[in-house]
Nanobody, 124 residues
Framework: QVSLVESGGGSVQAGGSLRLSCVVS????????MGWFRRAPGKEREFVAF????????LYADSMKGRFTISRDNAKNTVYLQTNSLLLEDTAAYYC?????????????????WGQGTQVTVSS
């Protein structure tokens, strides 16, 4: 069973940065496509970013392009989300997700494995 554990969330002022991490265990990490999603208060969970096994294939939600960067370290079984220039509307619980395919996907339903989430709170 694949297990995902996120960390790195916290409280930050607008314009600040956080680096989120997600450690994966119980599977062959290099065989997994990895995604980040988020759920803001009162909203549906939404796609943030995806990365393929090598790190060369990435996909971002339009509102995160240029501010967020997804990366992975296959030797550490870890995927990262560097969040810069944070906005108030970036306040959300951020979730790491995994799928057994390297094709990019924005759809929650295509990710069978999920972490518990890490909270990011941006204040003015």
């Amino acid at each position: 069973q694949v297990s995902l554990v996120e960390s790195g969330g916290g409280s930050v002022q607008a314009g600040g940065s956080l680096r989120l991490s997600c450690v994966v265990s119980g599977g062959t990490f290099s065989n997994l496509g990895m995604g980040w999603f988020r759920r803001a208060p009162g909203k549906e969970r939404e796609f943030v970013a995806f990365i393929g096994w090598s790190g060369r294939s990435t996909l971002y939600a339009d509102s995160m392009k240029g501010r967020f960067t997804i990366s992975r370290d296959n030797a550490k079984n870890t995927v990262y989300l560097q969040t810069n220039s944070l906005l108030l509307e970036d306040t959300a619980a951020y979730y790491c997700a995994a799928r057994g395919s390297f094709t990019t996907s924005r759809l929650e339903s295509q990710y069978p494995y999920w972490g518990q989430g890490t909270q990011v709170t941006v204040s003015s």
